[in-house]
């Protein structure tokens, strides 16, 4: 390529480029906490270049969902609505730059999403009981003395966790990434015309072979006692990972589309010979402008949520004996002696609710023993939490102050339709004291009167 043509390459693409780090800068600006890293993200960065088209055509269609999105966040306080907005404005400066894209860029800021790692720890809380479950129920099938109580398997006094972080290197967004890669290799090396159909479809076969990668792995784990602590444990994730998941997509996907495909006439997605259109027109640079001082506009709020006001005003003003402290994100902290209550704000329909799986692992603590049961006349998620040679027992639950509930669709389902506000309760007691953690619950439900939801 001759230094010319390198040169009106790169000034066709650099308003574009520099844009795109403006916007990704002013989403981490902001959302720099509700980031977090994981390796499915840092794969998904590294490669996600790889997955863009070459197409003949340039387009605006994005812009509806960016400005869309825009004006939601003007009403709506969402992280995952600003990420999806900032994703369709960087998707957008691609569309304009390089043309249409099909559906494997967008899946994989999808399968990267904050909210998939929310996900994955909340909402796959039942899989992983029935998971649990069937092994140890197919273990028992050979003669094996096995038995699962929530998320924990016990062999002879041995306890395997069944958590997100321990599914095989969190391998559900990692292996939902790898498929994604194969399937951009197969739309470039084979030059197909991938539809959301087939997108979608073979993503929820790549989701198919990651549990039963997961349920294969923990048999292994059990069957030839490889503890979390040992060398072999990670090893027998990636292991799954490959064996399980990737050679069998891949075959599976070279099977459906052999190598004898029919290629039409017109050129194709990556060996477009066409000019695209680089109209970078002032009309382009005011969209940018707006969009960017959109994105900064809307992203304030975010900025502002450590800081706002705890509000000390709540439907458990009757405990007594408790030394009120407020933290961030508007958290309350109610300590006496050994025994800590956290009353964390109501959230919206569509926000994340500081869930204790995410904000105590935050703190440095391990999840262990997680189930749900009921104590004292209420249905709570329980489970043992340590840190170094700290061990607490904690409960958890969402509460309006007068309806009770653990499951996340229930109190999503009435915040959106009968505007009712449920806060989160996470009390915890020293594991010493761990009978007191009844007394504790009875006292919190005797300060308010409870109809329960489940």
């Not at 959302?31 to 590294?46: E, K, M, R, T, V």
């Not at 249905?379 to 309806?403: H, M, P």
Request: include cysteine; glycine fraction near 6%.
């Amino acid at each position: 390529m001759s230094k010319e043509r390198s040169y009106k390459t790169l000034k066709n693409f650099f308003p574009a480029l520099l844009a795109g780090v403006v916007v990704a800068g002013i989403f981490l600006f902001f959302q720099w906490d509700n980031f977090p890293g994981s390796a499915a993200l840092y794969l998904g960065i590294l490669f996600f270049p790889y997955l863009i088209q070459i197409h003949p055509s340039s387009t605006n269609r994005l812009l509806v969902p960016v400005f869309l999105g825009l004006l939601c966040l003007l009403f709506f306080s969402s992280s995952t609505l600003y990420y999806l907005t900032t994703c369709f404005v960087i998707l957008w400066l691609i569309e304009i730059s390089v043309g249409k894209q099909n559906p494997l860029p967008f899946l994989l800021m999808l399968v990267i999403a904050p909210i998939f790692r929310y996900l994955v720890h909340i909402w796959s809380f039942p899989i992983r009981i029935k998971m649990s479950a069937l092994v140890a129920w197919s273990l028992r099938q050979v003669g094996m003395d096995v038995t699962a109580v929530g998320n924990s398997i016990f062999v002879n006094q041995v306890v395997y966790e069944v958590e997100p972080a321990c599914i095989g290197i969190k391998m559900t967004g990692t292996s939902l990434v790898c498929c994604l890669l194969l399937l951009g290799y197969f739309v470039k090396e084979r030059q197909l015309r991938l539809t959301w159909i087939k997108a979608i479809s073979s993503l929820f076969i790549g989701f198919v072979l990651t549990l039963l990668a997961n349920y294969i792995r923990l048999l292994g784990l059990v069957v030839f006692d490889i503890p979390p602590d040992h060398l072999l444990h990670p090893l027998m994730g990636i292991l799954s990972l490959v064996v399980y998941v990737l050679i069998p997509f891949f075959f599976w996907w070279n099977w459906r589309q052999p190598k004898n495909t029919i290629i039409p006439d017109e050129t194709l997605f990556n060996q477009a010979s066409k000019k695209i259109p680089r109209d970078h027109d002032w009309r382009r640079f005011l969209w940018m402008g707006i969009i960017i001082i959109g994105l900064l506009l809307t992203g304030n709020q975010f900025g502002n949520e450590k800081t706002q006001p705890t509000i000390f005003q709540h439907p458990w003003m009757a405990l007594e004996g408790f030394t009120e402290t407020p933290t961030t994100y508007c958290v309350l902290e109610l300590r006496r002696a050994n025994q800590i209550i956290y009353i964390k704000p109501p959230a919206g329909p569509f926000q994340g609710a500081h869930d204790p799986r995410i904000c105590w692992q935050g703190s440095g603590f391990a999840f262990k023993k997680i189930k749900k049961e009921q104590i004292a006349g209420m249905w709570v998620y329980t489970a043992e939490i340590t840190r170094a040679d700290l061990t607490l027992q904690t409960a958890w639950w969402y509460d309006n102050g007068q309806a009770q509930t653990t499951e996340e669709w229930n109190w999503r389902w009435r915040s959106l339709f009968y505007g009712e506000r449920y806060h989160l309760i996470n009390i915890s007691v020293l594991n010493e004291e761990a009978e007191t953690l009844e007394d504790l619950m009875m006292e919190v439900r005797r300060s308010t009167n409870y109809q329960n939801k489940d």
